[in-house]
């Protein structure tokens, strides 16, 4: 692999290098332009960074809907947030330089650094903004770019240069699909080993409709132009379960299928829980419990997983509308007046398996009337210390709470160890719907700049940028925590399965949770009816809701020329850019209260409330010296005035070619500070 890299680099080389020193050799006019990794325009200055150039045909004649795809498909570029994300997913479409995080890699939009792109984590841009149908070039800078950009640009910069100069109209149509013959026969037989769904033999899915419109034109004899542009995307989702590869999870390589613990029939465990609490087996030939239902009775798990392969996204379904314009107008001579405005609207569905207890039930009361015998005498009746007697029945609340007060006093006094099983509920809850994640995302852009020739020499560039950032999330179909807890704290009364919190009053709306019948073959392991009904889901399985926005304001200028300064022999002056940046950005995250508390079963605990704000101050400059022919020189230097103090950036580079195509480039880079990961910090330290 090595040495297929050095050749592909080498070839590489031999194939631009004609092209530059003939470009330097014919005395043609040159034109002089920005290109990311410097703001120098001196044609006799050579960037010494590492930059490589995507033409916006290539993406377009690639036929992908969607310019992600085509960049992750370049060794620099490490998959980052996509349509493809399901679990994790942040409803972005992000881009990773060098694998070091979307965060680290700054994102531009005709040379302006584009807005983060959610407020669900980090400051990433979301590429969902880009309209491709415009696209003229992607330049990808591989080398840390601190001191010309700041201190985001640690893995490098991703600048998506527009045709601004567009003219006249254009429609584009895409329409694209997966087909695949599913005909692994050793994949298809593991799968039939394990009683699984095997895939469909012959599958058509994940279609994209992509309607692109742009127009663009002079206004005013020439002195102004417009472009517009108009997206709509609509992608339809693919599930994992379509496909052979994907039809189980694969654990082993290919040999075999593994899956989760937690089952569609009700699983108990202890894991170590009787001995830790003190409790002694009547029977001592048993040594464990890993139970699940079968029929009315525990019987031994014996390794049975669920296979959380097939209802996972393999792509999730998306709407999204973008829209924008840009524009510019000569104003003077020395002074050209620009403004774009853009907006990105997207809705998108990420699902996941069935959510299930995973562990969050930690006891069971033995007067649970939904135990049967048998039940009850495996994890109540087989142990000594252990109080509550099976399925009394009572003729009213009020005896059904001093029943179990009493079974609180004779704990504390030590009469009894526990009137609950110390067990561990694992059950998928197969009668409900997969977990969903609906986000809902849109971004508002918006700037305003002037630029220009002061003389021959020198130019400038000043603009102010706006951006917000609307947010949401609805997650669906997981089990609230204490819903499943309270669903199971039943008793009976007047022959009625009651839930002890509807009798105390702590929640009248309780219904009991059956996590004790069904799982014979017939029932394809799902419980009984009792806990399949729609009532119960409405009641464990609740909606909870996230919020937020962010907004980011940037006022940014630079001023780049030829000093006239020159080293004696040199093919050329010294140039100069000096500039400064200032930005604030704010962000605020809001999860609602079962988010906050970790009121959700299949969601890997609390999230917290983020929100928090800052701003910087930045000054720069870089100079490109050329020494000779073929060898210049390349400095930067970038202070960032942060309210926690000061940093300093800066870099050296040379570029040289001798026989020898020679490329050299130092550089101290700095990750600025981030709001999801400064402020979250201080909110776990205060817990």
């Known amino acids: 692999m090595k040495n297929l890299s050095k050749l592909i680099l080498g070839l590489f080389f031999v194939a631009t290098l004609p092209t530059t020193l003939s470009a330097q050799a014919d005395g043609a006019d040159v034109e002089e332009v920005v290109v990311t990794g410097s703001r120098i325009t001196d044609p006799n200055i050579v960037s010494s960074s590492q930059i490589a150039v995507v033409d916006g045909q290539d993406i377009v004649d690639a036929g992908v809907t969607r310019v992600e795809d085509y960049l992750n498909d370049m060794p620099q570029i490490s998959p980052g947030q996509s349509i493809t994300n399901s679990n994790g997913a942040s409803g972005a479409a992000t881009v990773n330089l060098r694998n070091l995080g979307c965060g680290r890699t700054l994102v531009l939009l005709n040379g302006r650094r584009m807005p983060p792109g959610t407020t669900s984590g980090g400051n990433c841009a979301d590429l969902n903004t880009i309209p491709t149908l415009l696209l003229d070039r992607v330049e990808v800078l591989t080398g840390g770019a601190s ?210 207890t995973f562990g969050n039930i930690t006891s069971l009361p033995c007067y649970n009337p939904l135990l049967s015998a048998q039940q009850y005498a495996t994890i109540c009746g087989n142990w000594t210390g252990m109080g509550g007697d099976h399925a009394p029945d009572f003729a ?183 500039g400064f940046e200032t930005k604030e950005l704010d962000a605020d995250f809001r999860p609602d209260l079962p988010s906050r508390t970790g009121d959700r079963s299949g969601s890997g605990g609390a999230t917290l409330p983020i929100a928090g704000e800052y701003d910087v101050d930045e000054y720069y400059f870089e100079m490109g010296i050329p020494v000779a022919d073929g060898l210049s020189v390349d400095l930067g230097y970038r202070t960032a005035e942060y309210f926690t103090g000061m940093i300093l950036i800066h870099k050296v580079g040379y570029w040289t070619i001798n026989e020898v195509f020679l490329l050299e480039h130092l550089s101290k880079q700095h990750k600025d500070m981030q709001i999801f990961l400064n402020y979250i910090q201080l909110l776990v330290m205060a817990c």
């Not at 022959?495 to 799982?519: E, H, K, R």
């Not at 980011?552 to 200028?557: D, L, N, R």
């Open 147 to 356: 001191s010309i950009y700041g201190s985001d640009a640690v893995a490098g910069v991703v600048n998506f240069i527009l045709d601004d100069e567009f003219e006249g109209f254009k429609a584009s149509y895409q329409y694209g699909f997966y087909n695949h013959e599913n005909d692994n026969s050793s994949l298809r037989a593991l799968v039939d080993s394990y009683n699984y769904e095997k895939a469909p033999s012959d599958v058509q899915t994940g279609d994209t409709n992509k309607v692109s419109l742009a127009f663009g034109g002079d206004i005013d004899g020439g002195k102004g132009h417009i472009t517009a542009f108009f997206e709509h995307t609509d992608t339809k989702p693919i599930l994992q379960g379509e496909f052979d590869i994907s039809a189980c999870a694969l654990s082993g390589g290919t040999s075999r299928c593994g899956g989760s613990s937690t089952i569609p029939p009700g699983r108990w465990a202890d894991f170590g829980g009787y001995g830790a609490a003190g409790f002694v087996n009547i029977d001592p030939s048993v040594t464990g419990v890993d139970l699940k239902v079968q029929g009315n009775d525990f019987v031994p798990r014996a390794g049975q997983t669920f296979n959380y392969n097939p209802t996972n996204f393999f792509q999730r379904p998306d709407d999204r509308i973008n829209a924008g314009f840009f524009g510019k107008y000569t104003l003077t001579d020395n002074a050209e007046l620009y403004m774009d405005a853009t907006f990105m609207k997207s809705e998108s569905n990420a699902q996941i398996a069935f959510s299930g």
């Open 396 to 578: 009213s609340n009020a005896a059904a709470l001093a029943y179990i007060s009493g079974l609180e006093i004779a704990k504390g006094n030590g009469d009894i160890i526990d009137y609950s099983a110390p067990l561990y509920s694992l059950k998928r809850n197969v009668e409900g719907n997969p977990r969903q994640s609906i986000f809902m995302i849109k971004q508002y852009n918006t700037t305003i700049g002037l630029r220009g020739d002061i003389n021959d020499d020198w130019s400038y560039d000043v603009y102010y940028q706006d951006s917000t950032v609307d947010y949401s999330n609805e997650y669906r179909n997981d089990l609230s925590v204490i819903a499943i807890n309270r669903g199971v704290d039943v008793i009976s009364v007047n022959g009625v399965p009651t839930c002890v919190s509807a009798i105390n009053g702590t929640d009248a709306s309780c219904i009991p949770y059956n996590l004790f019948q069904g799982g014979l073959p017939g029932d394809q392991g799902i419980q009984g009816v009792i806990d399949g009904g729609q009532a119960l889901q409405n009641y464990v399985a609740n909606a909870t809701y996230i919020h937020g926005d962010g907004k980011q304001k940037i006022f940014s200028g630079y001023l780049t020329g030829d000093t006239g300064w020159t080293i004696p022999g040199a093919p050329g002056s010294v140039s100069l850019v000096v």
